[in-house]
Every structure is written in C-alpha cells, then in structure tokens.
C-alpha cells in the first residue's frame, strides 16, 4: 500500500503572512491614490482662486479712478467690502480694501515740500479665502492705481 504525503499547501502562518502583505500593499497604493487626488483637488481650487482674483484685479483696473473704494467706506467707491463669488463651481469670498496712499516723491502732507493734494494713488488690496475648501490659503494680490493726471484730478 502506497501512502499520500498529506503536507502538500500552505499552512496557516504561511496564510496569515501573505494577506499581511497583501494588506500593506493594498494600503499604499489606496493611501498614494488618495494623496494623489487631494493634490489635484488642491491645484485646481488654486488655479481656479488665481484666475478669480486676475479677474478681479482687471475689473478694479477698468473702473473710473474717482469711483474706486468701498461701498460706505473710505475712499468712497463701488467696491463692496466683501462678496461671495460662485466660480466654476466652487464658492469663494472676494474682500476688498482700498486705501489713498500719498507718495514721498512730490513731498507729504505738512512736510517739506507740503503736498496738499496727498491722495497721490490708491492702494487696493484682493484677498480670496474658500470657505468650503479644507486646508486652503487664502489668496492676497496687492496693487497700485494712479490717476491718468496725477495730481491734477485730487
């Protein structure tokens, strides 16, 4: 009579071990997938945020110099203090701030030359903050506008 050798398979360590493994594995790749998409998430809220304020900023440009400020602020303008903007499905807050700055090179007022026309150009500043978006830095452009006359029209 023959007898079959009945150790042939795995045994139950051996078992254990490789769905351990596989595990390990499977938990990269999952957690790699995972980061992979949060980035591309992040870039586009970014990218999307970064043509938002361009938008901004040459809407700003391309009002009348004496109109530029804050709705019930000072300057005086028809620039809300803040607003929510729904672009390419995502919602933003856009908020602005406006301030006359008075340029050393022509002299300050009650300096030496005086300038009593001080409000020589306008400081506006664009900030844009995701409020639905996690881990999002807020946006912040800065420029500065000038009359066409420069102190004639102030």
Request: proline share 5%; net charge negative; hydrophobic share 40%.
């Amino acid at each position: 009579m023959k007898t079959i050798n009945s150790r042939s398979g795995f045994s139950l360590i051996e078992i254990i071990i490789a769905i351990a493994i596989f595990a390990m594995i499977s938990g990269f790749v999952y957690g790699s997938y995972s980061n992979i998409l949060d980035v591309i998430g992040r870039t586009r809220t970014h990218t999307l945020a970064t043509s938002l304020i361009n938008k901004q900023v040459e809407m700003v440009r391309n009002i009348p110099y004496d109109k530029i400020g804050i709705f019930g602020g000072y300057p005086v303008g028809v620039l809300p203090a803040s607003t929510t903007v729904f672009y390419e499905g995502q919602q933003f807050v856009v908020s602005y701030f406006v301030r006359n700055s008075d340029d050393p090179f022509d002299g300050t007022e009650g300096g030496t030359p005086n300038d009593t026309a001080n409000a020589d150009y306008k400081l506006v500043d664009l900030q844009v903050t995701c409020p639905t978006c996690f881990r999002f830095v807020p946006f912040v452009f800065t420029t500065f506008l000038a009359p066409q006359n420069l102190d004639s029209s102030t």
